[in-house]
């Protein structure tokens, strides 16, 4: 139980994906204009990292370990994760409608989000179990949701002030970012 | 100039995939701690390029419309495996040192975006021009963003000790931090000169030649520009 709350702790805040592992910088970056699409994007974002770890780990522990197929990892994962992505959708144009069109266009933006692929490599990195897998990835999408609500807060702020001109748009995010990551430096007492 | 010196100067200054189109910042911001890494990333990255490049434009006849994404990402994939596994092999520093980034390089949106925009429509050869010229646009700009981190984070560059032994390293560049400072330093610079760049308004126009075919909503370039 210990060791399953400082996996989360870990992926969430110490090594936060985007901050800390540079996943996913170009939605962090792009979706980050306002608080309430970058809330919706980390939704969709826990919710795809979280079915995409649950089956990534499942497909390596019971078909690519037993079979010595760890070198196919890569292109598995990836097309299982292009494939889930599409699956979530349509379930959820079919079931669950509300839901559907909370995430709306975020959904599909999802498969290219490289911090997907990276809980599912990480996971097979670090050899962790099942239930470990599901952990870290949970923590991981939460981490994620975490620093772009907080930017995307920072990022309205912002839109207010005078800013020099060269600084305008994308340099002043990325200054936020790294102001950001030396925040997140601080939870790395926390273990 | 002939067409495939065209493409090599097209990929390393016209249209660098870095500092032009702002394409791959993942790997631009995690690997580049060091000159040596930015350089072993910029070249596994070409080498995966260049290959995807010329089995996509060999097949891109065989490759029906409505696969052809899922037939790239396949081909890409398989390219990176086999990277990974001669870098395993062959630089196992290097291979411990860039770590989870290499088989990242699948969802690297500089791949994918040269495969849709040049190789689909391309011939072979040509299309291996353009990889090998954008390949060595990102390696260098790589080599330049990692040598630059080296310099002020550790007072070397290649680990060769070039500042002076008084100097105190700001050792804050090359942890995570450092790597946003220096990027948005760098598109700040873009700014001020006017250069193209995808995520600087300046280059609206210009945004629809880069290689990436405006498919990534979320791309970077994406929302400074409808943010106009």
Not at chain 1, 103 to 130: Q, R, S
């Given at each position: 139980m210990?060791?399953l709350?400082i996996?989360?702790?870990s992926?969430?805040?110490?090594?936060?994906?985007?901050?800390?592992?540079f996943?996913?910088i170009?939605?962090?970056?792009g979706?980050?204009k306002?608080?309430?699409?970058?809330?919706?994007m980390?939704?969709?974002?826990?919710f795809v990292?979280t079915?995409?770890?649950i089956?990534?780990s499942l497909?390596?522990?019971?078909v690519?370990?037993?079979?010595?197929?760890?070198w196919?990892?890569?292109?598995?994962?990836?097309l299982?994760?292009?494939?889930?992505v599409?699956i979530v959708?349509?379930?959820?144009?079919k079931?669950m409608?509300?839901?559907?069109?909370?995430?709306g266009?975020?959904l599909p933006?999802i498969?290219t989000?490289?911090?997907?692929?990276?809980v599912?490599l990480?996971?097979?990195?670090y050899?962790?179990?099942?239930?470990?897998?599901?952990?870290?990835?949970?923590?991981?999408?939460?981490?994620?949701?975490?620093?772009?609500?907080?930017?995307?807060g920072?990022?309205?702020?912002?839109?207010?002030?005078?800013i020099?001109?060269?600084?305008q748009g994308s340099?002043?995010?990325?200054?936020?970012?790294?102001?950001?990551?030396?925040?997140?430096?601080?939870?790395?007492g926390?273990? | 100039?002939?067409?495939?010196a065209?493409?090599?100067?097209?990929?390393?200054?016209?249209e660098n995939?870095?500092?032009?189109?702002?394409l791959?910042l993942?790997p631009?911001?995690a690997?580049?701690?060091?000159?040596?890494?930015?350089?072993?990333m910029?070249?596994?990255t070409t080498?995966?390029?260049?290959?995807a490049n010329?089995?996509?434009?060999?097949?891109r006849?065989?490759?029906?419309?409505?696969?052809?994404?899922?037939?790239?990402?396949?081909?890409?994939a398989?390219?990176?495996?086999?990277?990974d596994?001669?870098?395993e092999?062959?630089?196992?520093?290097l291979?411990?040192?860039?770590?989870i980034?290499?088989?990242?390089?699948?969802?690297?949106?500089?791949?994918?975006?040269?495969?849709?925009?040049y190789?689909?429509?391309?011939?072979p050869l040509?299309?291996?021009?353009?990889?090998i010229?954008?390949?060595?646009?990102?390696?260098?700009a790589?080599a330049?963003?990692?040598g630059?981190?080296e310099?002020?984070?550790?007072?070397t560059?290649?680990?060769?000790?070039i500042?002076?032994?008084?100097y105190q390293?700001?050792?804050?560049f090359i942890?995570a931090?450092g790597?946003?400072?220096?990027?948005?330093?760098?598109?700040?610079l873009q700014?001020?000169?006017?250069?193209?760049?995808?995520?600087?308004?300046s280059?609206?126009?210009?945004?629809?030649?880069?290689?990436?075919?405006g498919?990534?909503l979320?791309?970077s370039?994406h929302?400074?520009?409808?943010?106009?």
């Amino acid at each position: 139980m210990v060791e399953l709350l400082i996996i989360a702790i870990s992926s969430a805040l110490v090594s936060n994906v985007v901050l800390s592992q540079f996943l996913g910088i170009c939605s962090f970056v792009g979706v980050s204009k306002q608080v309430k699409t970058s809330a919706g994007m980390g939704g969709a974002v826990v919710f795809v990292i979280t079915i995409a770890s649950i089956v990534a780990s499942l497909i390596y522990e019971f078909v690519l370990d037993p079979l010595g197929l760890d070198w196919l990892k890569t292109i598995v994962f990836i097309l299982v994760i292009a494939a889930l992505v599409q699956i979530v959708e349509m379930f959820l144009k079919k079931c669950m409608v509300s839901l559907y069109n909370a995430l709306g266009v975020y959904l599909p933006l999802i498969t290219t989000n490289c911090a997907v692929l990276g809980v599912a490599l990480n996971n097979v990195k670090y050899e962790y179990n099942f239930l470990q897998s599901v952990v870290n990835g949970v923590g991981t999408a939460i981490g994620y949701t975490i620093a772009i609500v907080l930017l995307a807060g920072i990022r309205e702020h912002i839109e207010g002030n005078d800013i020099p001109h060269s600084f305008q748009g994308s340099p002043i995010v990325l200054v936020t970012a790294g102001l950001m990551a030396i925040a997140f430096f601080g939870f790395s007492g926390l273990l | 100039m002939n067409k495939y010196a065209e493409r090599i100067y097209n990929g390393i200054w016209k249209e660098n995939p870095i500092f032009v189109q702002m394409l791959g910042l993942c790997p631009t911001l995690a690997v580049t701690t060091s000159a040596i890494n930015g350089l072993g990333m910029g070249l596994s990255t070409t080498a995966v390029l260049v290959a995807a490049n010329i089995i996509i434009a060999a097949l891109r006849k065989i490759i029906p419309d409505r696969l052809r994404l899922p037939a790239e990402i396949v081909v890409v994939a398989s390219m990176v495996t086999i990277v990974d596994m001669l870098m395993e092999g062959f630089v196992p520093s290097l291979y411990s040192a860039l770590g989870i980034y290499i088989p990242l390089i699948v969802v690297n949106c500089i791949i994918l975006g040269r495969a849709e925009a040049y190789a689909m429509k391309n011939k072979p050869l040509i299309s291996a021009f353009d990889g090998i010229g954008m390949g060595l646009g990102f390696t260098i700009a790589l080599a330049l963003i990692g040598g630059f981190r080296e310099i002020l984070g550790a007072g070397t560059v290649f680990g060769i000790q070039i500042m002076p032994a008084s100097y105190q390293p700001i050792s804050i560049f090359i942890l995570a931090p450092g790597a946003f400072f220096v990027l948005s330093m760098l598109t700040a610079l873009q700014n001020k000169l006017k250069a193209p760049c995808a995520t600087n308004g300046s280059a609206k126009k210009k945004k629809k030649s880069g290689g990436c075919n405006g498919d990534c909503l979320s791309c970077s370039g994406h929302s400074q520009n409808t943010a106009e």
